[in-house]
């Protein structure tokens, strides 16, 4: 489906009014090719989208039956259990998963793509709404079918499995203000080009700002996810003049980081400060105190976002999935003393 209106080798060389062969050249073996006729044919492959379709896609069927997930990163679980349920799906289905990682990076998720879509991908699955305008383009100009996941955007057009960020961290910042928290700070993930993480931090601040009763949000971090980073940020916000009674993490490790480097510290939680996360990993239950954090229902979203993409990719027009959030309360969270 996705090579009906998609731009051929054909199109490419009558574009730069060549030969097939000479595009070919231009992409395989570019020193064979004079540099200004290089240099067009290169600026047409960037206009018009083109990749080139390796692995033998010239089948009757115009399907590979493959199908690209790029996700943020592999270095911690956040993504792995929904992958896993979304790989599941696509395979009762007869359809292999190639998956690859942006390191939160917009140029390299945008090469991810390509390459993804170079080897054949029917269909891509996306972590988040946020990304540059070439990234889209060239999305819109292969007429690639594509699912959003981790996030959800209502009246939008394109096609999502996900959650509400703002709502799930409005909801987790109710609970520490009814918990009698008024002095918070938040560690959160860098917000540029990552919509999970500016939606979550808009959350809090706006609940805050709405709640009254002296409630105010002290400072807010935004740091790289990972655990030394939420131990950097936790012993920043500890040392400063105004100390907060709880401090909200943008996501589980961030979390687990500031508990550990607080028990390092001597500073006792909940105790002495509150802390809470956001996903509910693994690792939420085993740090200590155990996390107080928001459930992200990971399983049903990459099952969800694989029917959503089998849907797309038999040319039927679905609808996006919304799906809920849960907090969990454990021993991090506690009123203040």
Same mark, same amino acid.
């Given at each position: 489906?996705?090579?009906?209106?998609?731009?051929?080798?054909?199109?490419?060389?009558?574009?730069?009014?060549?030969?097939?062969?000479?595009?070919?050249?231009?992409?395989?073996?570019?020193?064979?090719?004079?540099?200004?006729?290089?240099?067009?044919?290169?600026?047409?492959?960037?206009?018009?989208?083109?990749?080139?379709?390796?692995?033998?896609?010239?089948?009757?069927?115009?399907?590979?039956?493959?199908?690209?997930?790029?996700?943020?990163?592999?270095?911690?679980?956040?993504?792995?259990?929904?992958?896993?349920?979304?790989?599941?799906?696509?395979?009762?289905?007869?359809?292999?998963?190639?998956?690859?990682?942006?390191?939160?990076?917009?140029?390299?998720?945008?090469?991810?793509?390509?390459?993804?879509?170079?080897?054949?991908?029917?269909?891509?699955?996306?972590?988040?709404?946020?990304?540059? *305008?070439? @990234?889209?383009?060239?999305?819109?100009?292969? %007429? $690639? =079918?594509?699912?959003?996941?981790?996030?959800?955007?209502? +009246?939008?057009?394109?096609?999502?499995?996900?959650?509400?960020?703002?709502?799930?961290?409005?909801?987790?910042?109710?609970?520490?203000?009814?918990?009698?928290?008024?002095?918070?700070?938040?560690?959160?993930?860098?917000?540029?080009?990552?919509?999970?993480?500016?939606?979550?931090?808009?959350?809090?601040?706006?609940?805050?700002?709405?709640?009254?009763?002296?409630?105010?949000?002290?400072?807010?971090?935004?740091?790289?996810?990972?655990?030394?980073?939420?131990?950097?940020?936790?012993?920043?916000?500890?040392?400063?003049?105004?100390?907060?009674?709880?401090?909200?993490?943008?996501?589980?490790?961030?979390?687990?980081? *500031?508990? @550990?480097?607080?028990?390092?510290?001597?500073? %006792? $939680? =909940?105790?002495?400060?509150?802390?809470?996360?956001?996903? +509910?990993?693994?690792?939420?239950?085993?740090?200590?105190?155990?996390?107080?954090?928001?459930?992200?229902?990971?399983?049903?979203?990459?099952?969800?976002?694989?029917?959503?993409?089998?849907?797309?990719?038999?040319?039927?027009?679905?609808?996006?999935?919304?799906?809920?959030?849960?907090?969990?309360?454990?021993?991090?969270?506690?009123?203040?003393?």
């Amino acid at each position: 489906m996705k090579y009906k209106d998609s731009p051929t080798l054909e199109d490419v060389a009558r574009a730069a009014n060549v030969s097939t062969a000479t595009i070919s050249r231009a992409i395989n073996e570019p020193d064979k090719v004079a540099s200004e006729t290089q240099d067009r044919i290169s600026k047409i492959i960037e206009k018009l989208g083109y990749t080139p379709n390796f692995g033998g896609r010239a089948l009757a069927s115009n399907r590979s039956n493959t199908v690209g997930a790029v996700i943020p990163t592999m270095a911690n679980a956040m993504f792995a259990s929904g992958l896993q349920v979304f790989q599941e799906v696509l395979s009762e289905a007869s359809i292999n998963l190639l998956v690859a990682s942006s390191g939160y990076n917009t140029q390299t998720e945008l090469d991810q793509i390509k390459s993804l879509v170079g080897n054949g991908a029917d269909g891509l699955l996306l972590i988040g709404s946020t990304r540059p *305008a070439e @990234t889209t383009r060239f999305l819109e100009l292969r %007429k $690639i =079918p594509y699912v959003i996941a981790w996030c959800y955007q209502k +009246d939008s057009s394109r096609y999502f499995a996900g959650f509400d960020n703002t709502r799930a961290a409005t909801n987790l910042t109710n609970e520490v203000l009814n918990m009698g928290h008024r002095k918070i700070a938040m560690i959160a993930g860098h917000a540029t080009n990552n919509d999970r993480s500016s939606n979550r931090i808009n959350g809090v601040k706006q609940r805050i700002k709405t709640y009254g009763e002296g409630a105010e949000l002290i400072s807010t971090l935004e740091t790289d996810y990972t655990l030394d980073s939420g131990g950097d940020a936790f012993e920043v916000i500890m040392k400063a003049n105004k100390k907060p009674t709880a401090i909200i993490c943008g996501n589980d490790v961030l979390a687990a980081g *500031a508990i @550990t480097r607080a028990n390092q510290l001597g500073i %006792k $939680i =909940p105790a002495h400060v509150s802390i809470t996360g956001f996903d +509910d990993i693994s690792l939420a239950k085993i740090v200590s105190p155990a996390l107080t954090t928001v459930r992200v229902p990971q399983l049903e979203m990459g099952k969800a976002a694989a029917t959503l993409l089998l849907k797309l990719l038999n040319n039927e027009k679905p609808h996006s999935t919304e799906l809920p959030t849960e907090i969990i309360h454990r021993e991090s969270l506690a009123p203040p003393q």
